[in-house]
């Protein structure tokens, strides 16, 4: 892509306090783009506008998209990136549990889809990214109702990809594998041998390393992007050939 890629654009990323979604917000700054973060937490992102945003909250979310809007004029891309993880099997999995995790990747993803889509179909259009996740499709272990939220996430891009193309919407997710970020090292630290497990996860990638939230920050650019311009309802798989690999070792 040519540098200056996203010159112009407002841009909305949602849970961009740390990991991938400080990465994207990071990126879309450089690359020209006009960012407001939502966050219950503020980010450190030079650039860019915090607004303090419950993703769970409907009323939260549209004031976060009036507020693009009212900065920059306009809102041509949202990043649905907030997200939680509760690290338990379906047995052990309270309500709390799955409220939480579905609250957030799941209604929070929800809630920024419909308000972009509200805006945008008035507007000439624009481009939705979901940051999804392997998991969703390729279940984790001991991750089950995380695994749920993804899968029902990448669903939900689909759906908004058929329902408002025609209103010049565009709605694609990304598919993180293991990125290495504040979220993975609670997985690794979790284990009863956490420098073996990240061993073991890094010797199980082809490429030979973890994926960096600069990685995703990349590929969120291009979708975002005027060079995607008839992508739109697909899912990008990022990570490091992990999932295309046969289960039986080489």
Same mark, same amino acid.
């Given at each position: 892509?040519?540098?200056?890629?996203?010159?112009?654009?407002?841009?909305?990323?949602?849970?961009?306090?740390?990991?991938?979604?400080?990465?994207?917000?990071?990126?879309?700054?450089?690359?020209?783009?006009?960012?407001?973060?939502?966050?219950?937490?503020?980010?450190?992102?030079?650039?860019?506008?915090?607004?303090?945003?419950?993703?769970?909250?409907?009323?939260?979310?549209?004031?976060?998209?009036?507020?693009?809007?009212?900065?920059?004029?306009?809102?041509?891309?949202?990043?649905?990136?907030?997200?939680?993880?509760?690290?338990?099997?379906?047995?052990? /999995? /309270?309500?709390?549990?799955?409220?939480?995790?579905?609250?957030?990747?799941?209604?929070?993803?929800?809630?920024?889809?419909?308000?972009?889509?509200?805006?945008?179909?008035?507007?000439?259009?624009?481009?939705?990214?979901?940051?999804?996740?392997?998991?969703?499709?390729?279940?984790?272990?001991?991750?089950?109702?995380?695994?749920?939220?993804?899968?029902?996430?990448?669903?939900?891009?689909?759906?908004?990809?058929?329902?408002?193309?025609?209103?010049?919407?565009?709605?694609?997710?990304?598919?993180?594998?293991?990125?290495?970020?504040?979220?993975a090292e609670v997985v690794f630290d979790g284990a009863d041998d956490p420098a073996a497990m990240r061993a073991d996860a890094v010797g199980a990638h082809p490429v030979g390393r973890?994926?960096?939230?600069?990685d995703v920050a990349a590929l969120a650019v291009w979708l975002a992007s005027d060079e995607s311009t008839f992508v739109s309802g697909s899912l990008f798989t990022i990570d490091g050939?992990? /999932?295309?690999?046969?289960?039986?070792?080489?």
């Open positions: 892509m040519p540098v200056g890629a996203l010159d112009g654009k407002s841009i909305v990323v949602t849970g961009a306090s740390s990991g991938i979604g400080e990465a994207i917000a990071r990126r879309m700054v450089a690359e020209g783009a006009r960012v407001v973060v939502g966050s219950r937490s503020e980010p450190s992102v030079d650039g860019a506008v915090w607004v303090p945003t419950d993703v769970t909250d409907p009323v939260a979310v549209d004031a976060l998209v009036a507020a693009a809007v009212d900065a920059h004029g306009g809102l041509d891309v949202m990043v649905a990136n907030a997200g939680v993880q509760v690290e338990k099997t379906v047995a052990d /999995t /309270t309500d709390a549990d799955f409220d939480l995790v579905m609250d957030v990747n799941v209604r929070g993803v929800f809630h920024c889809c419909r308000a972009a889509v509200r805006h945008m179909r008035d507007h000439g259009g624009g481009s939705i990214v979901n940051i999804g996740s392997v998991a969703g499709d390729t279940a984790d272990h001991g991750m089950a109702v995380y695994n749920a939220s993804k899968g029902a996430v990448h669903s939900l891009t689909r759906s908004v990809a058929v329902d408002h193309g025609r209103d010049g919407v565009r709605c694609n997710a990304v598919r993180p594998g293991w990125i290495a970020t504040e979220m973890l994926g960096s939230p600069g050939g992990l /999932t295309a690999q046969s289960p039986i070792g080489g």
